[in-house]
């Protein structure tokens, strides 16, 4: 607890807070930490943002308690059952549904921007086929943003984005070029050529367009419908850490590819994109049905760690597992195989549910438990599935830095840090003084500096 911090009492508004003797009365609703500090109190010290409101947003609710997730106020469950990927990013990035003409546009309008630009081509294919693909991505990403000048402030000034045109331009061109570098990244990590752009199908859906660029030819209208609800279910989630890194890098005035590229690369880490990942490996080490409870035996002594249940957010069940599970299913009634990994995923659902010790500790399965299971069904490789994920995500990703852009909040991120090092002032010794400084050669063996 701070030092000074005596006391908040009062259930009723306003808040009372007596601190070294000075009553300070706080209104009840959101609270700008600039007042608690104005009004004497320290700094709030919070790690992680776990009770910090950064940003204001109108796009996405979430109520964790409760499981429910909103998008502009329509529940996820009928936007999965009566829209799709398309009209869900048009009502993210523009804060409406479309009409049936403006969804025409938006489907042309990126159906019409396929052409990889040559220095984008040559950055992906400089790579190894080997290489992750989302160091790929990165890469291509920050390729776009130096070829495309005039959508980049550093290029065009500041003004670039104040136009309506210029900012609807910004919106598509990124919102198009995903699936086609994504198509194109995947190509050649399996050591095929880059599609041809006169090849890509136009008026289809954004998952069609996608699956027509990977493997070109017909696209099963069952699996299109099924990455559809995929990348529906990723496209947003709040302020997690890559959407809050695309905002905090937007807030310098940096162009859209290269605040994407941040998402990209928060999104890299195993913590947050490599979560469906990890639920595989699981799955495939448990082998069986026969060896679940065991395995939860040893999760209960954290001698194992149970992936793809619990939320940061949510304290009841994910809405969007609800909605992935029967997914999965229906994913492997159409590829026509039944693999073991379903049923040990289903079975180690309903024996967790039932155990008090995961049921208390309301742990629930989350998105990542089914995803992992059906983009391997769809023939794709754990690497890539972070890669997918961002596919979905791009459109959250462009919502907000697009609507932070109107932010009359907005101004550069800047938080403060706890100092919690030496305050000094200190003298600095002459290098023939000073004691210890093998900190960075580990236990390699001391080099004699002489002083020249």
Known sequence: MPEGFRGLSGSESPYQISIEGKHIEIPSGPLRSSTLYAAG?????????????????????IDGGKGILRHRGYPIEQLVDKVGFDELS??????????????????????QRVTLPTCVRSVITAFSP?????????????????????????YSGQTVYSDAAGRREAIVTCMSAMPVIVAAIYRHTAGLPIFSASAVPHKQSFATRFLHMLNGGDQSKSLANTLDILLMLHADHEQN?????????????????????????ALYGPLHGGACESVLRMLTRIGNVDNIPNFLE???????RLMGFGHRIYKNYDPRARIIQQEA?????????????????????????????????KLY??????????????????????????????AGWIAHWNEFLDDPDRRIARPHQLYIGVKGPRDVPDVTQRVGGQEFLDDRPVIAVARL
């Open 329 to 361: 299913r229906r994913v492997f009634e159409v590829v026509g195989t039944v693999d073991p990994l379903i049923q040990v995923a289903t079975e180690l659902e309903r024996t967790a549910l039932q155990d008090d010790f995961f049921v208390q500790r």
């Open 241 to 265: 850490c890559s959407t809050s890194a695309v905002r905090h890098l937007s807030s310098s005035g940096v162009d859209i590819f290269s605040s994407m590229c941040g998402g990209v690369a």
């Open 130 to 154: 080997s290489a992750h693909p989302m160091s790929i991505l990165i890469a291509a990403l920050s390729a776009m943003s130096a070829s495309r000048t005039s959508l980049n402030p550093a």
């Open 41 to 61: 109190l320290p700094r709030l010290y919070d790690p992680g943002f776990a009770t910090t409101a950064a940003y204001s947003s109108s796009i996405t609710f």
């Open 298 to 304: 040893r999760v209960k002594r954290r001698q194992e």
């Open 365 to 394: 399965p989350n998105v990542d438990f089914y995803s992992g299971i059906i983009y391997k069904a769809m023939g794709f490789e754990p690497q890539f599935f972070p890669v997918l994920f961002a596919l979905g995500r791009s």
């Open 90 to 111: 048009y009502l993210l990035i523009f804060g409406a549904l479309p009409t049936a003409y403006n969804l025409a546009l938006w489907q042309q309008a990126q159906s």
